[in-house]
């Protein structure tokens, strides 16, 4: 070894450290190169979930005016209809009138509810009232009894006290199983 010149040994290790040198670049090149290709990757990724969040919207923004759309003709006919209602309500009217104008010794009668005349609308409260009334002279008068077909025998009828059921299903707490006893 100690025959070669200093030289060759400058030489080698030249070519060792190029070699060296080399090997480190191209490792820098390659993982470099693998970072872009992830970089790539990664951005196709995300372009294609942007399409596919674009399209989304674009299906979505489809519906909405679609259901808009649906909204303003559902809008449009309840005007149609409610301007129709006024228009037959107003030829009510003018038909009442005529009748009135033709003879007005019938309209005592109730022919068109809903129009707050005098004498024309029933009043409901005091139908009930003379309901009531007919059903409280029932209880005074004695010969209701003798006309009850089921006084006293537990079917449905004037003989059962339906506060009292109610008060019994009120006293039956979750613990109770359907037959009334205390479950355990």
Same mark, same amino acid.
């Not at 596919?52 to 005016?65: G, H, K, L, P």
């Not at 809008?75 to 104008?101: S, Y």
């Not at 009930?128 to 006309?147: E, F, H, N, Q």
């Given at each position: 070894?100690?025959?070669?010149?200093?030289?060759?040994?400058?030489?080698?290790?030249?070519?060792?450290?190029?070699?060296?040198? &080399?090997?480190?670049?191209?490792?820098?090149?390659?993982?470099?190169?693998?970072?872009?290709?992830q970089h790539r990757e990664k951005a196709?990724?995300? %372009?294609?979930?942007?399409? /596919?969040? $674009?399209? #989304?919207?674009?299906?979505?923004?489809?519906?909405?005016? $679609?259901?808009?759309?649906?909204?303003?003709? !559902?809008?449009?006919?309840?005007? @149609?209809?409610? &301007?129709?209602?006024?228009?037959?309500?107003?030829?009510? !009217? /003018?038909?009442? %009138?005529? &009748?009135?104008?033709?003879?007005?010794?019938?309209? #005592?009668?109730?022919?068109?509810?809903?129009?707050?005349e005098a004498g024309r609308d029933r009043?409901?409260?005091?139908?009930?009232?003379?309901?009531?009334?007919?059903?409280?002279?029932?209880?005074?008068?004695?010969? =209701?009894?003798?006309?009850?077909?089921?006084?006293?025998?537990?079917?449905?009828?004037?003989?059962?006290?339906?506060?009292?059921? @109610?008060?019994?299903? $009120?006293?039956?707490?979750?613990?109770?199983?359907?037959?009334?006893? =205390?479950?355990?």
């Open positions: 070894m100690n025959d070669l010149d200093w030289w060759v040994w400058l030489i080698v290790a030249l070519v060792v450290i190029a070699i060296v040198v &080399a090997i480190a670049a191209a490792a820098r090149r390659a993982g470099e190169e693998r970072r872009r290709e196709a990724g995300l %372009r294609n979930d942007a399409m /596919e969040t $674009a399209i #989304d919207a674009q299906r979505t923004s489809a519906a909405a005016a $679609a259901a808009t759309a649906d909204a303003d003709e !559902k809008r449009l006919e309840a005007e @149609r209809l409610q &301007a129709e209602a006024a228009r037959a309500d107003l030829a009510a !009217k /003018e038909r009442v %009138r005529e &009748a009135d104008q033709i003879d007005p010794d019938v309209s #005592d009668e109730d022919r068109t509810p809903g129009d707050h009043d409901v409260d005091l139908d009930r009232r003379r309901d009531a009334d007919r059903v409280d002279s029932d209880r005074l008068d004695p010969d =209701v009894t003798d006309r009850d077909p089921s006084p006293g025998d537990g079917e449905v009828g004037r003989d059962r006290d339906v506060d009292l059921d @109610r008060r019994r299903d $009120a006293d039956a707490g979750a613990d109770r199983r359907d037959d009334g006893n =205390v479950s355990r």
